[in-house]
């Protein structure tokens, strides 16, 4: 029997996808430019946004019809709903009269309640088969067998029922620590391809421009260089699993008005290009991610799913991706719907694809039946379909989707564990190194292990305050109460009494996280008054649009801290017991009006499932704090938006009587250990070197301290005079190390001038002759050293190729 040129693995790619697209009819082409989504509620209470308006129930039938076409991808077959399709008794969603009748098989293997599906949860640990039956079903239903690429969220570790929940985004970004990232992304990879995941939609590259907006805790911070080299480590190690990483959302999306989510962006042409752009391009081209999400908001009128300028002009003529474009859930249909810029399905496709998306996510709706019927009737050129089923083809040949021999079981028989012991030990060292100490005046902390410590607060004694929105226990099994947590995540307030087991420890909730209601106050004052030391324990609560105070579509009006817990502060400071004030929230909250009255704050970014033993070992001294701010903390809560990317007329100043200077500044944090800067090698008097030239800057940094410990030592760029205004300060460089007591660390940051470029009046990326500072700083706010530089020369223009990160070597230093 002679094998097709498309199944030939010997052959380059584009010739097998050549063959097989010559083959394929148009209705074929198209089914690989959509996935499906089986389960996905319509009741109005969803994981998407307008998930009510754009599903809607299909028949076994149906889908049965559906998938002898193909099929792009399959959505969330893990992520869903806690719902077994392999364990036990008639298998869900299964087709009648399917090969896998009364077995393990299913249609689609997936949780949709009017395909008779079962009720017991998805036990990847004990089973991970929810994929190879439906699989195998897509694959034995078309002319080609060509399966669908499945795809998860990944956001803080797999999102699927006893799945590791890993810190937030923006506890990664508190770790300065990319090679932590780095490793933590591979062993999310590595467990989302040994149950048969090809594609995780992650990481989030939104840079904050408003810490009202309900996502910041999905970003990395509010600084482009930070969240691209997070970023990029993260792409590193998910496509090191063999995992396809998916940048998200480009772009523009967290530059929304008002930090309304899905609202317009207003930003101009140098933001866009200086502080949203740079962190995909990092990630592509340090990362190599090979899928990008289109985002969902309008940049000026021009909705990011219906930009060529974006997705095609940029992305792919010059920034040479070569990958998929994915829209984000229903982002193609609100062209219609939301945006208004087009009159039909039809029309919403047309202008997707001419765009350059090439998959419709997460069900179809444009991209079949109306999208067909619009080729047939020539209003929309076949050659587009082509464009986007060769991207999509392509990424299935690398991913060996084409090849005779594919399989759909797991590579390994051997039991598999989403929640295994290395994974939480992943999960604790991620958890400790994002734990900020934002203030320790008076040495408060650590604890004396055997102190009376009232513990107050809503946050305390709740499981979920360690999770972010996008984890499954928070972004799932809140709708389905009768389904246990599946992982173990110990409170603040166990991992304190077990990290303090001779100490006194006392609890009072004081009041909820968002209601007003002020009667537990009592109480709480009570506990806090016998004690040595009252914890406060306050924060967030993750959820989506509007079921909690921080997640997707929980935005803010202000940066209070919610419901009745700045009350519930203010009247345990007034016992005048020392209070040590700790957060668990997905934003920074404004805290000046303790400023000053606190024995000590500590600041903890959603740092997931093993978040309350990370916590509890900062305060008892078990851990030293090395975590540092990847967002400003705001000293009054009104006065957004504002970041530390501000030239001089956003900073403070004499023409307005509004101040908005942060309480703690991006990058800062502290120590129980101390730290010497030393031999500086940076003059007072320029140092000339030309627009193309680099200069290295070093210092030696020692543990000065009796315990060991972390410092983070960060370069930035003060650029007095540009064609254009630009930040005060910016950060180009940054290196995290660990030094024992006495201990010392000889750092050089290798800076090249294209580190200092920026988009000029005419939209070029240009290096400007001039005067430059190098400031090595323990925040943007605490410079140490500076190094002053003459660039001299022509202005370049840079392309493409230019550097996107600053060197750094780090040895040991007698």
């Not at 002009?313 to 991706?321: C, I, K, N």
């Not at 992982?487 to 006194?504: G, S």
């Not at 024995?599 to 990370?614: K, L, R």
Request: proline share 8%; net charge negative; with cysteine.
């Amino acid at each position: 029997m002679t094998t097709a040129p498309w199944r030939d693995p010997a052959l380059p790619a584009a010739a097998r996808v050549d063959d097989l697209l010559s083959r394929m009819t148009l209705e074929e082409k198209t089914a690989q430019l959509y996935g499906v989504w089986v389960g996905a509620a319509t009741d109005g209470d969803g994981v998407a946004p307008h998930q009510h308006d754009m599903t809607a129930d299909r028949s076994d039938d149906e889908w049965a019809e559906l998938i002898t076409l193909g099929l792009g991808q399959l959505t969330r077959s893990f992520g869903t709903a806690p719902v077994d399709p392999v364990v036990g008794g008639r298998g869900p969603g299964r087709v009648p009269g399917s090969d896998d009748e009364g077995a393990e098989g299913t249609t689609l293997g997936l949780a949709q309640p009017t395909l008779s599906f079962g009720t017991s949860p998805v036990d990847p640990a004990r089973d991970a088969k929810p994929l190879p039956p439906p699989q195998r079903r897509i694959a034995g239903a078309g002319r080609f067998g060509i399966p669908a690429v499945a795809h998860e969220e990944c956001l803080a570790g797999f999102t699927a029922w006893r799945a590791t929940a890993y810190p937030v985004p923006l506890a990664w970004g508190a770790t300065f620590d990319p090679p932590l990232v780095e490793e933590m992304a591979h062993r999310i990879g590595e467990d989302l391809r040994s149950v048969g995941v090809h594609q995780g939609l992650a990481p989030v590259l939104d840079v904050v421009r408003d810490p009202r907006w309900g996502r910041v805790e999905e970003t990395v911070g509010e600084d482009p260089y930070l969240v691209g080299t997070i970023g990029a480590a993260y792409v590193r190690g998910l496509e090191s699993a063999g995992v396809i990483a998916t940048l998200k959302h480009f772009a523009g999306y967290a530059s929304s008005a008002g930090a309304r989510n899905l609202a317009p962006v207003r930003a101009g042409v140098r933001e866009f290009a200086d502080v949203t752009l740079p962190p995909f391009e990092m990630a592509l081209r340090e990362g190599g991610a090979r899928s990008v999400m289109a985002a969902y908001n309008e940049t000026d009128g021009v909705p990011a799913s219906a930009d060529p300028g974006l997705l095609t002009e940029l992305l792919r003529e010059r920034w040479g991706f070569t990958g998929t474009v994915v829209a984000d859930y229903f982002g193609i249909g609100f062209l219609e719907t939301l945006h208004r810029v087009a009159g039909s399905p039809a029309e919403a496709a047309h202008t997707a694809l001419a765009a350059g998306i090439d998959v419709e996510l997460p069900t179809l709706k444009c991209y079949g039946k109306p999208l067909v019927e619009a080729v047939r009737a020539e209003e929309i050129p076949e050659e587009l379909v082509d464009r986007a089923a060769r991207r999509v083809l392509l990424q299935k040949c690398e991913l060996g989707l084409l090849d005779e021999d594919w399989t759909p079981e797991p590579a390994t028989t051997t039991r598999i564990d989403l929640d295994s012991p290395a994974n939480r030990t992943l999960a604790r060292r991620v958890a400790e190194e994002s734990v900020v100490l934002l203030d320790n005046p008076d040495g408060v902390l650590p604890l004396p292990p055997d102190a009376r410590i009232a513990v107050v607060g809503p946050r305390a004694a709740d499981a979920l305050a360690m999770l972010g929105c996008y984890s499954f226990p928070s972004h799932v099994l809140t709708h389905h109460p009768e389904v246990p947590m599946g992982i173990e995540i110990p409170t603040v307030l166990e991992a304190l009494r077990a990290e303090l087991p001779d100490a006194k420890v006392t609890f009072a909730e004081g009041c909820g996280v968002s209601d007003p209601e002020t009667a537990g106050f009592a109480e709480a004052v009570a506990r806090a008054s016998e004690a040595d030391v009252c914890l406060a324990v306050l924060g967030d609560r993750a959820g989506l649009f509007g079921r909690g105070t921080s997640g997707e579509g929980c935005d803010v009006t202000d940066l209070r801290l919610p419901g009745a817990q700045g009350e519930l502060l203010d009247a345990l400071v007034a016992t005048g017991v020392p209070v040590v004030l700790v957060l668990l929230t997905g934003r920074p909250y404004a805290l000046g009006r303790w400023h000053g009255r606190l024995a000590a704050v500590v600041q903890a970014f959603f740092p997931g499932e093993e978040g309350g033993p990370a916590v509890a070992g900062v305060l008892s001294g078990r851990v030293n704090p090395s975590g540092r701010l990847p967002v400003s903390v705001p000293r009054v809560p009104g006065g957004q938006p504002w970041t530390y990317l501000q030239p001089p007329l956003g900073l403070a100043g004499e023409v307005s009587n509004l101040d908005p200077t942060p309480l703690y500044a991006f990058g800062h944090g502290g120590s129980y250990a101390s730290f010497a800067w030393g031999d500086f090698t940076g003059g007072e008097d320029p140092t000339e070197i030309g627009t193309d030239g680099s200069y290295d800057v070093s210092l030696t940094v020692r543990n000065t301290g009796d315990r060991a410990g972390a410092e983070v030592v960060q370069l930035y760029l003060h650029d007095p005079v540009a064609s254009v205004t630009r930040p005060d300060v910016r950060l180009i460089g940054y290196q995290r190390v660990e030094l024992a007591p006495g201990e010392a660390s000889r750092m050089r940051f290798r800076f090249h001038a294209d580190l200092s470029s920026f988009t000029d009046r005419s939209g070029r990326r240009v290096v400007e002759p001039g005067a430059l500072e190098l400031r090595l700083a323990a925040s943007s706010a605490d410079v140490r050293h500076t190094a002053r530089l003459a660039l001299t020369g022509p202005v370049r223009v840079l392309g493409t190729e230019r550097r996107l990160w600053c060197g750094v070597e780090a040895g040991r230093a007698s």
